[in-house]
């Protein structure tokens, strides 16, 4: 492999040997190719042509100026946008890949993530698949969800199917949108391809997962620009050869899907990783005391870790509650809540990390107490309205005598077998289809099935626009029905178009003290949120937090910035590097 002017060059920058090559391909000036020796001999190229150059972004800029250089920035208060994130991976592979799998090396684009998706476990069926995986996407992506809920104990946030069958679909795999951190919503499955359609199948799916939808009608629109046009963007479907960059609209989506409280579990450091462990990697594992792992962590925490090793006086060297070597103060909030359903995060005074990211409780009221929350997301029809139509709500009355009747225009779902549609019980009414005062011809988000469904009735003198439609996602979910959590009536929630008490919910509270007022819950867990000086499980320990001296010497700086999830850097590359380099695919 050699350069423009015929000599091996390695990759500088951050490698710690020289063990990283780049170059082209001899008689191809348009080629580009990869290759490391640090753990065998491992290698990517890309030939040009259509297929264009596949080289990530950060390494044009370290060919170009030998190193990346750190620009200047504002100190900022952590928000999601800034604070680095962490999907934690879980692969399966289907008794079809077992025979077509070998290594590759992902040494090579370690560095340049930061954010990262990790491969927390993996899991092959050697001898015979452990659940029926058929020609039809879908129902392949349900038994795959059921399988991983009856039978998945690996912790993680998504867990992906791999496999060797080749799905009816205009696409190579599917999954369910927004559905990270979700027990029997937090996956996908994919086909198996070459190396890189693979990546852009992977990183189409878990833009799913954290909120992204297709770019197809907002492109039409013209408000979902791509920054890419000759390679065009990872969410569009138009059948450019590996595209290396969400749109801005698709970036606008993971962080909107952010700030409504979905993707909680992403702000969780992993405590465990797949690989064995490797100083360097930018995660404490067995035998280290720190590691620094990111080349901005290098430069800001250098002086607290050398090798993994907590230098002299040293508490920590990175994470929002360290500052200067030394940990923050206990009740310092390194993390801001999001909305009405969402609890800030606070230092605890013996740690680095900000505490696990967590949110209230379902059936805490919101919204001026007009909603209520339910998986981190404050659940009312005026806001599902808006999102979906950019209208609010209905009157009710829309839902009162529509829903009741059973047909196309008002419904508690469609009937057996997909035959008719199911009349909603009077109780049941505000649960069933979604009524909007007034509605855009296409929703916002998913495919209009059929066509807008226009009533007008008249009621206490008064002419009422009742207008909704069924708006369908990949998934198969229809988000032209009301969301389980939102409010139907005193003490009452939506739960699969049934209107229930709150009651029916088993939701916890908080034992035994008024100093807790809150209460959280990530997954199984249930935790109080204590008032300020107050700690203990119950809240009932009463620790005052002492008051901060006036700080001297230089200005504090603030946590260094990341880029947001496989935002606008090589989507492609830098899930290719991880997920299946993890697996062990590879190429000769």
Known sequence: ???????????????????????????????????????????????????????????????????????????????????????????VNDNDMTSRSER???????????TRIVLVAMDTWTSKNMMPVVEDPLITLQNFMKYRKDNIKDQSDVVHLFSGRTFHSSRSGTAYTGGVCSLTRGGGINEYGNVGAMAITLCQSLGQNIGMRWNNARNSAGDCRCPDAWLGCIME?????????????????????????????????????????????????????????????ARSGGTCCKKCTLTHDAMCSNGLCCSSCKYERRGVVCRDAVNDCDIPETCTGDSSQCPHNVHKLDGYMCDSSQGRCYGGRCRTRDGQCRGLWGYNSADR????????????????????????????????????????????????????????????LYHQN?????????ALLEDGSDLGYVEDGTPCGPNMMCLERRCLPVAAFNLSSCPGSNFGRICSTTGNEVKCICDRDYTGKDCSVFDPIPEPTVPTGPEKKGPSGTNIIIGSIAGAILLAAIVLGGTGWGFK
């Open 1 to 91: 492999f050699l350069t423009s002017t015929g000599a091996v060059r390695p990759l500088l920058g951050s490698a710690r040997e020289h063990c990283y090559y780049q170059g082209r391909l001899r008689g191809l000036p348009e080629s580009w190719a990869a290759v490391s020796t640090c753990h065998g001999l491992c290698e990517w190229d890309s030939r040009g042509g259509d297929g264009g150059d596949e080289r990530p972004d950060q390494m044009r800029e370290q060919q170009v100026s030998g190193g990346l250089r750190r620009s200047k920035r504002f100190v900022r208060k952590p928000s999601v946008q800034t604070e680095t994130k962490y999907i934690e991976l879980m692969v």
């Open 462 to 470: 008064k002419y009422l626009d009742c207008r909704g439609g069924h």
């Open 104 to 114: 590759l090396c992902s040494s090579i684009y370690k560095e340049q993530l930061n």
């Open 237 to 297: 479907d138009t059948g450019y050869y590996l595209p290396r960059k969400f749109s801005r609209c698709s970036v606008d989506e993971y962080i909107q899907f952010l700030l409504q409280g979905g993707g909680s579990c992403l702000f969780n450091k992993p405590n465990k990783l797949f690989d064995p462990p490797e100083c360097g990697n930018g995660f404490v594992e067995p035998g280290e005391e720190c590691d620094c792992g990111s080349q901005e962590c």
């Open 397 to 456: 009355f829309c839902y009162e005598k529509l829903n009741a009747e059973g047909t196309e225009k008002g419904n508690c779902g469609p009937g057996p077998d997909g035959q008719g549609w199911l009349q909603c019980n009077k109780p049941d009414v505000l649960c069933g289809f979604l009524f909007c005062a007034n509605v855009t011809m296409k929703p916002k988000f998913g495919d209009l099935q059929g066509e807008v469904t226009s009533f007008t």
